[in-house]
């Protein structure tokens, strides 16, 4: 099933969540969801017959400047077809319904978002940092970060060749 299709089926079934299709040459198809309806839809997604999205491949943040986004890479192994939703949160409260109850995979990628980018998944079962330390101050991956010159007393400055 393409891209469209599934645009059509989640359309007639979650209405104005489903926000638009986007389709642009070089690139893989998307659909852009309301982030308040994510978990339904991704459960939709999932249990529904025809569309079975049993595994998500990957999840990862991006900074737009204005906003923060969110993209999940879904594959159904049964139907071996494969689908982008993508989902855009306020910056300067980036908060989220979690989707690790819905697929496994995305309790790590859950939390580098949050660790990278701040974003906020609400009733993720262990949201803490994954690859800074707890007391690191800001979150690397977006735009306007400024990476500190010392981190508890250890020069972070680049080493200049």
């Known amino acids: 099933m393409q891209t469209k299709e599934i645009y059509s089926k989640l359309k007639a079934k979650f209405g104005d969540s489903i926000l ?6 070089n690139f893989d198809a998307f659909v852009n969801v309301a982030p308040e ?3 339904e839809i991704a459960m939709f997604l999932r249990d529904e017959n025809d569309l079975e999205f049993d595994y998500m491949t990957n999840l990862s943040g991006i900074d737009y400047k204005d906003s ?6 879904l594959y159904s192994m049964k139907n071996n077809h494969r689908t982008v939703i993508k989902v855009k949160v306020n910056r300067e409260k980036p908060i989220i319904p979690t989707v690790e ?7 790590w990628h859950e939390r580098e ?3 990278m980018f701040g974003v906020e998944f609400s009733g993720h079962p262990e949201l803490e940092r994954i690859l800074c330390p707890e007391d690191w101050k800001g979150f690397p991956l977006r735009k306007d970060y400024v990476a500190p010159k010392e981190y508890n007393g250890i020069d972070a400055t680049p080493n200049e060749a």
């Open 101 to 107: 109850r819905v697929w496994k995979t995305a309790n």
């Open 20 to 25: 638009e299709l986007v389709e642009e040459p």
């Open 68 to 73: 923060l986004g969110i993209v999940y890479h």
């Open 113 to 115: 978002v949050f660790d």
């Open 37 to 39: 309806a994510i978990k």
